[in-house]
């Protein structure tokens, strides 16, 4: 049974930086984070994949936020630095387990066969 668990949310002013952390356990082929607003629906924010780093990122976030991964640990982090208010969200991470890896695949969350609980990320103004 393949199990995420996130970990390093929580508030933050505008401009300030917070990690986000997501182990997994199982076969992983690419991994990635979406955020989510109520009301609004989940959005796709980064991903990497497992064989060669390769990365993507959302235009909203490009230059603000790294995405990470540590193989011996299984563990993809999100770094977010310079957080505006809209990036306020609850956040999940996805694990991929087969198939491509390209970036319109990674960057749709019907692609990906796992995800964690959700962890709130709000940035006050």
């Known amino acids: 049974q393949v199990q995420l668990v996130e970990s390093g949310g929580g508030l933050v002013q505008t401009g300030g930086s917070l990690r986000l952390s997501c182990a997994a356990s199982?076969?992983?082929?690419?991994m990635g984070w979406f955020r989510q607003v109520p009301g609004k629906e989940r959005e796709f924010v980064t991903a990497?994949?497992?064989?060669?780093?390769?990365?993507y990122y959302a235009d909203s976030v490009k230059g603000r936020f790294t995405i990470s991964r540590d193989n011996a640990k299984n563990t993809v982090y999100l770094q977010m630095n310079s957080l505006k208010p809209e990036d306020t969200a609850v956040y999940y991470c996805?694990?991929?387990?087969?198939?491509?890896?390209?970036?319109?695949?990674?960057?749709?969350?019907?692609?990906?066969?796992?995800w964690g609980q959700g962890t709130q990320v709000t940035v006050s103004s």
């Open positions: 996805a694990l991929k387990t087969r198939g491509l890896v390209l970036a319109n695949v990674l960057a749709v969350g019907a692609h990906y066969d796992y």
């Open positions: 199982g076969r992983t082929v690419a």
């Open positions: 990497i994949t497992w064989s060669d780093r390769s990365t």
